[in-house]
């Protein structure tokens, strides 16, 4: 049996894929982290708050998500020690539109510095890139740009802003400031109008049917041309299991789906193992990705397992059609991309900013002692921060982000979310952009 | 240099969260700065090169940017199966620039905590001399966590045209880092009144005295120039961490450090002026100071 390495770059980070070969397909995978940064550890005998300033800096791409993590984490533990801790409306709508401008930013990027240079490249093997080279990079770019600044307006600075308390938000904006973020919005909506869907937001999230989407030519239409000339409508397939723990615009309560069935699903049931990392074995170890199962099963978790349980009617058709393959992964990106920048034009256009911002909980924090947990949908699925707290001082501090859910490894008789995707596989130019497709980061995989 | 030849620039990692990246990619004139530099290789972006083409054949380029903290320790850090030095040290023989961009790659940030004996920033650990080499004449240090994407941009745009930059004591240019986060501040008129800011949440009061805020001994111009060019950690209602500063990040930072119930004092004012101008300012009840700043009764 052949064993080929191969080292995945551009995924926020690197990773070593390990793969073995049986008649010329892979059989079977190992996908390794190596650079651990110790944030759990370093965060071990601090006072709780610190890591509202600390969790952030998991992670540059997504830091809004880890502070939001911590601070629901924060107000748990003091629901579990017997204090009720009120948010108001105004306090709940500004964390999401900060929540949402990371998304958008996070999926206009991916699909623009990442997914087409990467398709480029498939069709056209001297491809040298075009970053900060093609107009189409730099309108990207703005747009990106643009989007945190619509977001900064509430949490400040993006990346690592510490825009949440518990209780609440910090910031206390003036309408002005409201209608500011309403026109820096604008300007992202008519990008993705023009340059990444060639359909209005309207139209295009009315749309039940992938027919419909390749009706115009768009950045998108060509990426999914592309995939499919290059069989990315059949490969990439994984267990089609999703899981969303986190609270969305677009469905109730916490869900998971297998194929198209959509049950309940309580964050209880999940479990984290330490398997083939350097922390349970420094000798026989090989990465630093811990794993996370529900119910002992993988479960695939992000914005395609967000369109799944929530029914979104065009992610639905495409999986009806291409089931979960790396096609349909990339376009519910794009999909929640638009259904993102409709949600938050609406939480603008209606943000009440008579409530209070904050309503401070009424224990000092140098005497809680409890247990908890915070979720939230992230741009690349469910990310979870469980605390200890003793006398204010944090005694453990556990993350789970979403790409240890697709990216950590399993066994061969249990094939992890990413293995199960690769395996079959004739090619590593294949396998790079099917574990691309998962949109990895590889400093949340190890943190 | 000719004035048509573009600088080049290769930007590699250390110990890091990419922060400082995605912090520069927000820079709102980015077609201006590729008309002055081309990037030989980014690890996040689709590039030319890719490093271990650059690595294998190093010639001479002229800005080798670091984000992230420094170490010598394999098991701390390996990039395409090699160890920190192994990438960084055949580049920066090569490089007429180093610059060190984030708190980590000037001091060791965050990530030091874990072993600050083995991870530091390039010439600091924390604030003292001999990081991971003890001497290097061409090394700027941008601190921040992360570093705003002006202060990486213009500053590289600067050296470039052999512009005179000004470094204070920790490297750090001093057109950006003479100021303070405190200047440009919303709530200066609530510092100099000594009205504190009950509680988070609200635009009054100031944050100085009883929630962390750090604006007074932090050097950065944030409130002059602003984050995502509209904002700030002070203009959101959340205090400033002093993440610029080598001692970034101190232990229980949205508490104020209290010693006999007073605040440090502010950067370079005697505990004599402060205190003794804080305790008459504070004798006096300023009632418009004391209102909400939009008084919905009028």
């Known amino acids: 049996m052949k064993i080929t390495k191969e080292i995945i770059e551009r995924i926020e980070g690197e990773a070593a894929l390990e793969v073995e070969w049986e008649d010329e397909k892979i059989a079977f995978a190992k996908l390794k982290f190596f650079n651990y940064r110790g944030i759990e550890e370093i965060l071990r005998k601090r006072p709780l708050y610190d890591a509202l300033a600390f969790t952030p800096r998991v992670c540059g791409i997504c830091s809004h998500s880890h502070a939001l993590a911590c601070v629901r984490a924060i107000e748990s533990c003091f629901e579990h020690a017997q204090e009720t801790i009120t948010l108001n409306k105004k306090a709940r709508d500004i964390r999401e539109i900060a929540l949402n401008a990371e998304k958008i930013h996070n999926h206009i990027k991916w699909y623009f510095f990442s997914v087409l240079p990467e398709l480029e490249k498939i069709d056209n093997p001297s491809y040298r890139g075009d970053a900060f080279k093609k107009p189409r990079w730099f309108l990207a770019q703005n747009a990106v740009t643009e989007t945190l600044k619509m977001g900064a307006i509430f949490s400040g600075q993006w990346p690592h802003g510490s825009f949440v308390a518990p209780g609440g938000v910090t910031c206390d904006p003036v309408s002005l400031d409201v209608l500011n973020a309403r026109g820096i919005l604008e300007k992202v909506i008519a990008f993705c109008e023009e340059t990444l869907l060639g359909f209005s937001l309207e139209e295009f999230t009315g749309f039940d049917s992938a027919v419909q989407v390749m009706a115009s030519p768009s950045a998108l239409s060509w990426g999914i041309d592309t995939m499919i000339r290059h069989a990315f409508d059949r490969l990439g397939r994984s267990h089609d299991r999703f899981l969303a723990l986190g609270d969305s615009f677009l469905y109730e309560g916490a869900l998971k789906s297998a194929k198209t069935t959509v049950l309940p699903a309580d964050i209880k049931y999940v479990s984290e193992s330490l398997a083939h990392t350097f922390f349970e074995d420094p000798t026989q170890g090989y990465t630093y990705s811990k794993t996370a199962t529900y119910k002992k099963s993988f479960f695939e978790v992000g914005p395609l397992a967000r369109m799944m349980v929530a029914k979104e009617g065009l992610i639905r058709d495409f999986h009806r059609r291409f089931k979960d393959a790396a096609l349909t992964r990339v376009m519910a990106r794009v999909v929640e991309c638009a259904h993102l920048l409709v949600q938050t034009k609406r939480l603008l256009e209606n943000l009440d900013i008579r409530e209070a911002s904050l309503i401070p909980p009424k224990r000092n924090v140098h005497e809680l002692s409890a247990e908890g947990i915070g979720v939230v949908e992230a741009p690349r699925g469910s990310l979870i921060h469980a605390i200890s707290v003793n006398h204010g001082v944090i005694e453990r501090y556990d993350i789970i982000t979403p790409t240890v859910w697709n990216l950590g490894n399993g066994e061969r008789d249990n094939l992890s979310v990413v293995q199960k995707a690769l395996v079959g596989l004739d090619s590593l130019t294949k396998a790079d952009f099917i574990v691309k497709s998962f949109d990895v980061c590889s400093v949340c995989t190890t943190q | ?298």
């Open chain 2, 1 to 298: 240099m000719k004035a048509n030849t573009k600088s080049t620039v290769i930007w590699i990692q250390g110990i890091t969260c990419n922060g400082n990246s995605h912090s520069f990619l927000n820079y709102s004139n980015m077609a201006l700065f590729a008309a002055s530099f081309e990037m030989l290789y980014h690890p996040l972006l689709f590039t030319a090169h890719t490093l271990e083409s650059l690595l294998d054949k190093p010639e001479a380029f002229d800005f080798l940017i670091v984000e992230g903290a420094f170490t010598k320790e394999a098991r701390y850090l390996q990039r395409f199966g090699r160890s920190f030095p192994e990438i960084l040290e055949p580049l920066a023989n090569k490089a007429r620039f180093i610059v060190c961009v984030g708190s980590c790659a000037s001091f060791g940030g965050m990530f030091r905590l874990r072993d600050p004996r083995r991870i530091s920033g390039a010439l600091f650990n924390a604030k003292e001399k001999g990081g991971y080499w003890d001497e290097k004449s061409n090394v700027v240090n941008i601190p921040g966590c992360p570093a705003h994407p002006r202060w990486i941009a213009e500053t590289m745009m600067a050296l470039r045209e052999r512009k005179t930059v000004l470094l204070d004591e920790f490297l750090r240019p001093k057109e950006i880092f003479a100021y303070l986060a405190h200047h440009g501040c919303l709530r200066n008129e609530y510092f100099e009144w000594k009205v504190d800011c009950k509680q988070l949440g609200e635009k009054e009061g100031c944050m100085f005295y009883e929630h962390g805020c750090l604006g007074p001994n932090t050097h950065a111009n944030c409130n002059k120039i602003l984050w995502n060019d509209i904002s700030s950690k002070t203009r959101a209602g959340s205090p400033c961490l002093g993440c610029t500063e080598f001692d970034f990040p101190r232990r229980a930072l949205y508490e104020t450090h209290k010693n006999m119930s007073l605040p440090q004092t502010p950067y370079g004012i005697g505990k004599r002026a402060y205190y003794t101008l804080a305790g008459v300012a504070k004798s006096f009840k300023i009632e418009r100071l004391e209102k909400k700043l939009i008084d919905e009764d009028h």
